[in-house]
């Protein structure tokens, strides 16, 4: 990162994300669609918080691109079980960890880019879902869904503070930030052009285990 010109500036544009893995073939595109507008709506709800989002035909100080590079799948079947034991363990009031097999995975790559086209900041990022904290999705690409917000979560910070956001205490979400996730509308007209966020009904969604398709409904144009 070059932090003077990234802390200067005060609006960002985003590309919309896309695939570059070898593997997409693997995954229905209607997913991937999923798996990458989940990026950029978190993405524009996170760097709204310091930045103005400017329209695809608006200038900007800072063009945001994010590319995914690798989606492990997640294994169905192994999915389902871990749904069906963790419903059983809330009845029986026992937390039950994730079925440590067929676990999922996101890789994405991401640049910022200045007025002038050259690169500000960029991003290598990687990670795998867990038995604790990652909520199990019978879907191929629910972990890679599920680990998308917190990519978006992880780039905005680094942009918002300019400094490297795994040394940073994390803060309590702003209010804007907690509407969008609910389902409410974005803090600026741009962010619109990726939809609503599946808010309650995805999280209910997500204790029972259903595909993110379910819920979300992806970019605006989609549910038109």
């Known amino acids: ?33 999923l798996v990458t507008n989940a990026i950029d709506r978190a993405l524009c709800t996170g760097l709204s918080d310091r930045f103005r989002i400017a329209a695809p035909n608006e200038p900007a100080d800072l063009v945001v691109h994010a590319a995914v590079t690798d989606i492990v799948a997640t294994n169905r079947a192994a999915a389902a079980t871990s749904t069906v034991a963790s419903l059983g363990g809330l009845v029986a009031q026992i937390p039950m960890p ?4 067929g676990l999922g995975g996101l890789a994405v790559e991401a640049e910022a880019v200045g007025a002038d086209g050259s690169q500000k900041a960029a991003m290598l990022w990687s990670r795998g879902a867990n038995m604790l904290t990652t909520k199990a999705s019978v879907s191929t690409v629910g972990d890679a869904y599920s ?7 992880d780039l905005s910070r680094t942009l918002i503070g300019g400094k490297d956001p795994f040394k940073e205490t994390m803060l309590m979400p702003s209010m804007q930030k907690i509407k969008a996730s609910l389902g409410g509308a974005p803090k600026y007209e741009a962010c619109k052009a990726f939809g609503s966020a599946p808010g309650i009904r995805g999280a209910i969604a997500g204790q029972l285990g259903l595909p993110p398709d379910w819920t979300d409904k992806g970019a605006a144009a989609s549910q038109q």
């Open 147 to 153: 680990l998308s917000s917190a990519f978006g979560a």
């Open 1 to 33: 990162m070059d932090p003077a010109p990234v802390l200067a500036a005060r609006t960002v544009r985003i590309v919309p994300t896309t695939v570059r893995t070898g593997g997409d073939g693997a995954f229905a595109p209607k997913d991937l669609a």
């Open 98 to 101: 994730r079925l440590p097999i």
